[in-house]
């Protein structure tokens, strides 16, 4: 695994951590590329792929997805260090391997994170759904480039962290205006709710007019 296979890989590992771990396992194993031989472990694969399939299931839940990559904030930076420092053919001090892998791996992480906090904000689950087997999807497919193109894909890592701290800074900005929307209606609905509803009052006798002379109300005869 060179430095582009090891720069994809820790931009990947942003999104899907575990998925990473087994592709990049299970691509050493099978000669597709030369990856380190601790990926290469069948428990490290085992264990990755069944965090790999709990992390599908979670990942398509509102707000568990949320909770999900807050467990994962210093988890998938420490992954792509990891990819970074292990790399067999890479060629940078291991100081900057890993500092990269890591900063990659983060990018990635916060433009996942800010992109689900601004879909939590819809009430339909579909969504949730949709966006994650995007991001798999995605993910696989630059992995798969990856392997077959090393330094294409390295050269795209490093585009895609860039533009994932921006598209970060965008999404968490969108994602502040959308959950303070959300707080004024279940205010306003709160308050609707909290309201007694008001008693119909019987309607009042009209008294008529005063004398325009004396200012006194008119006495009824009896």
Do not use: C
Request: charged fraction near 15%; charge should be positive; aromatic fraction near 10%.
């Amino acid at each position: 695994m060179d430095l582009g296979t090891a720069a994809a890989s820790a931009w990947s590992a942003g999104i899907s951590l575990y998925g990473v771990i087994a592709a990049v396992g299970i691509a050493g194993r099978l000669n597709w590329i030369e990856a380190n031989p601790f990926f290469e472990r069948p428990e490290v694969i085992g264990i990755a792929l069944l965090l790999f399939m709990v992390e599908l299931v979670v990942d398509k839940i509102a707000f568990l997805d949320s909770f999900w990559d807050l467990l994962h904030t210093f988890l998938r930076p420490l992954g792509g260090a990891l990819f970074g420092a292990l790399a067999p053919h890479q060629t940078l001090p291991m100081p900057v391997a890993i500092t990269l892998g890591a900063a990659l791996s983060l990018s990635a992480h916060a433009a996942k994170s800010t992109t689900r906090m601004v879909v939590n904000t819809s009430p339909e689950p579909a969504s949730n759904v949709v966006v994650s087997a995007l991001e798999d999807g995605f993910v696989a497919v630059f992995m798969a480039l990856a392997f077959a193109y090393p330094k294409v894909a390295g050269v795209l890592a490093l585009i895609l962290g860039a533009m994932s701290v921006v598209f970060s800074i965008v999404m968490f900005r969108t994602a502040r205006r959308a959950w303070r929307s959300v707080q004024a209606r279940w205010r306003r609905r709160r308050r609707r709710r909290d309201q007694p509803d008001q008693p119909d009052q019987p309607d009042q006798p009209k008294r008529p007019p005063p004398d325009s002379v004396g200012g006194a109300w008119p006495t009824v005869p009896s």
